[in-house]
């Protein structure tokens, strides 16, 4: 799997740009662009900002997917953070705003940092986390007494160095906005041609290694996209909220699907939303930064999907335990009424009884009780009491069964003794298979001793529960 | 993608040459050698087991043939090449712990990834991947299973998993990690009845395994494993009662439970 065919594609994909540049030039391509929007009618200046900060929102939204996924998250933040001594160096140098050489700038101290974290960690055993913080702070720290410093000179006043702070996508200009949208759609290429490569590598690198793909190399070109979108969306977001960028539209996505190929798709729109909404209300609003409003929009996105996400989402899970919790009552209460029918086959039961026997408040067993006369289990006798119906009893005939094998089957097979039995059966029959039910049926029954009505005797005897914690 | 097709008409067996052999191979963990000086000649069609206490480096031993970890000497070879050329023609399962089992991906998903390696770069698994796929998930009995998210499953569905993947590489030498640690008795019985299976098809099985009580009804060679290569060959030859002492030196209670395997077997 060593073979040149990736680093062709790549090639091919670079000399493909270079050459359209190099002959028609980003300004006629510019002009292009301008012409098309003149004639559909779109203001050519919106559709710049919004092609640019949307594509970047996608980009960063899938490549850091990949880093969340493979708990690298904060690799994108530490290069963010790394990069403004590389922006005000550049600017010294050039002397002017050219906005490919900070990114430049940007892109080699950012490299630099990481970098220096991974050196800490391997030559000095200082932990990831410590290295990481470390390198952050110091080069941040740089960064701003460097930026400081071009802004008292007086060119460098009007250099917009401030913008890379907390983004500002208004003091972009058509050229920056297309280096960005190129670069973004670029990421979007490569990750799509290199799906099962990158799934493989992030899912397992050891297997990926005995397949013979180049694990390193992967591993590289996976960081370099993540570095690229890092540096791109330094104007538009900022330094400082860049991480968020390439991780809260993954963690959103993650809690709405179990797929990969659904997550990067899912995790792109919450990108482009987010980078839509923050480029829009800076442009309403005046003086409102872009990075803090992508950043909080994106917030919103993953608050709501952290708590209405089916499965995955916190109010699926509340909702989950009251489920669980309802069926056992009402498991436990068919379980009851069974019993009470059992020593008493005569007289219907009535709510006292029921409630002694559950250790439940009169209130809650009334409550429990009426449920399971809505739904036809139960029914109320002339005098006030209440007995199981025909289709109740066939209901209770197979949570009854159920647990008495389980507590067959734990004081048998697992050697607990009887008069614990009852209640580790209670915590466990509620969320016992079918087929396992079945399996310790068939047990008894090869061995003789499953009973004619296929509920076979309890193992302890039955009593009031009233003292019970239950 | 021509490539990988070129590649794997090249990873071709020799006559006569053993499926691995190791030459006087030694790793280090950050200069602290883990294993010495392994010697090891493995034969073919053969289930063989690799034991030996914790910290023995057998699953070091492992990866260190695979190249997974760097060897500071040594030389491996599977069917008289080096291992690095002939990679095609084998099959790993990794430790289950080795991976996320959170990570967004399905069953089918981890299983397929065996098929990557013949598709080559930028290829797309097909439906006859699809297929090749799910024969070997109905092999592990987990074919009603093929769209779960991975971490639906119990750890030794987890395991099966692992195993039909290494399937799916249709390898004749396989490197299997600890496949039998923490799974249930239908998982054991499963994974042994396929152990078997790519037995009796000829192809070589090394497995990394940790029951003194079952090495010697499950395999036929086995390779004593403590830093270095305490003894190996046919199974009922090396499982002596000498041999384990001298792997789990005085590891009382690993010894006592090696003693009393020993005994089972002798009456």
Redesign the interface.
Known sequence: ??????WL?ILALAAAQALLFAAVGANRVLEWVQTACASAGLPYNTVMVLAGSGLLGVSSAVIGSYAV?R?RSLIGDAVAHAAPPGIALAYLIARERNFFLLLLGALVSGVLGAAVIAWLRQSTRTRQDAAIGLVLSVFFGLGIVLTSAVQRDPTGAHAGLEGFLLGKTAGLVSQDLLLIAVTSANILILVW?????F??L???P????????PVQALDVLMMTLLVAATVIGLPAVGVVLMAAMLIIPGVAA?FW????SR?LPLAGAFGLASAGAGTYFSSVSEGMPTGPVIVLTAAAVCLFSMFAAPRRGIAAGILKRIRMRERVARQNLLRTMYELAEEAPDSAASLEEVAARRGWRAAEALRLLRRAERRGELRRTPDGRWALTEHGLQKALEVVRAHRLWELYLVEQASIAADHVDRDADELEHILPPEMVLQLESRLRSEGRWPEDRVPASVHPIESAAGEAR | MKAAQEERREAAPVAEAPPLEIHDMTVAYQRRPVLWDIDLELPEGRLIAVVGPNGAGKSTLIKAALGLVPRASGRVEVYGKPIEKQLSLIGYVPQRESVDWDFPVSVLDVVMMGRYGRLGWFRRPGREDREAAMDCLRKVALQDFAGRQISQLSGGQQQRVFLARALAQEALLYFMDEPFAGVDAATEQAILGILQELRSNGRTVVVVHHSLQTVRDYFDHLVLLNMHVVAHGPIEEVFTEENLRNTYGGRLPLLEQAADAVQRRSV
């Open positions: 799997m060593s073979g040149p065919a990736p594609a996924l708990r041609l290199f799906q099962k490569e799934l493989l992030s899912f397992d050891g297997f990926a290694a005995v397949q013979r793909w993650r699907t179990d797929r990969l997550l």
